[in-house]
C-alpha cells in the first residue's frame, strides 16, 4: 500500500465530507464531560480546515475556550460514508472572515446579518480523521457480510481508514 500524502488525504477528506451539510459537533464541558450539537459546515474547499457560523457568548465558545479539542461527526447513509475529525478549534472575531462566507440563509440565526455583533466564527483545524466509504454496491456489501457470518469471520467493510492530516506526529502538513 502506498503512503498517501498530504494532498491525498486532504482531497478524500474533501470528497468525503462534500455535500454534508451538518455535522455533529463535540465539545468538552467544564466537568470533562462531552456534549454535541449540529452544526452548519461552511460550504468552501477544504484545506485542513473547517468553518462554523457561532454566536460570541455561547455555551459552545466556552466549552472550546476550555479545551480547544473537538469531534466533528458527518454521516450519509444513503452512499454510505462516514467520516470522524478531531482537531483544535479557535473563535474567530474577524469580520472580514465572516463577511466571505456569508450565505444569506444564515440570518435564521443572524438577523442582523453581517452587522449582528455576536456573529463570530469557529475554525476547526483537522488533526485526525477516520472513515468509512464503502465505495462497492449494496449487493457486494451483503455477499461479504454473508461470507464473514457463513465463515464465522469477522465482517471487514472496505473503505475504512484512520488518517492523520494536520499538526500530529507522522504527519506531512504543516
Not at 500500500?1 to 454534508?20: C, N, P, R, S, Y
Not at 470533562?32 to 457568548?57: K, N, V
Amino acid at each position: 500500500m502506498t503512503k498517501k500524502t498530504e494532498q491525498d488525504v486532504v482531497a478524500h477528506l474533501e470528497q468525503l465530507i462534500q455535500g454534508i451539510k451538518v455535522a455533529m459537533m463535540t465539545t468538552v464541558e467544564e466537568d470533562g464531560s462531552l456534549r454535541s450539537r449540529p452544526m452548519w459546515t461552511q460550504s468552501r474547499p477544504f484545506d485542513g480546515e473547517l468553518w462554523f457560523f457561532t454566536r460570541e457568548h455561547s455555551a459552545k465558545v466556552d466549552e472550546v475556550e476550555h479545551d480547544h479539542h473537538v469531534s466533528l461527526s458527518y454521516a450519509e447513509p444513503t452512499k454510505d460514508r462516514f467520516v470522524s475529525v478531531s482537531g483544535r478549534c479557535r473563535l474567530v472575531t474577524d469580520k472580514a472572515k465572516a463577511r466571505e462566507m456569508w450565505n444569506p440563509a444564515l440570518k435564521a440565526w443572524f438577523p442582523d446579518g453581517l452587522d449582528d455583533p455576536e456573529l463570530s466564527l469557529l475554525c476547526i483545524t483537522v488533526e485526525k480523521a477516520e472513515y468509512w466509504d464503502t465505495p462497492n454496491s449494496r449487493m457486494v456489501q451483503l455477499i461479504g457480510f454473508v461470507k464473514a457470518t457463513l465463515t464465522g469471520s469477522t465482517y471487514q467493510p472496505s473503505g475504512h481508514e484512520k488518517v492523520n492530516v494536520t499538526g500530529t506526529p507522522g504527519s506531512s502538513m504543516h
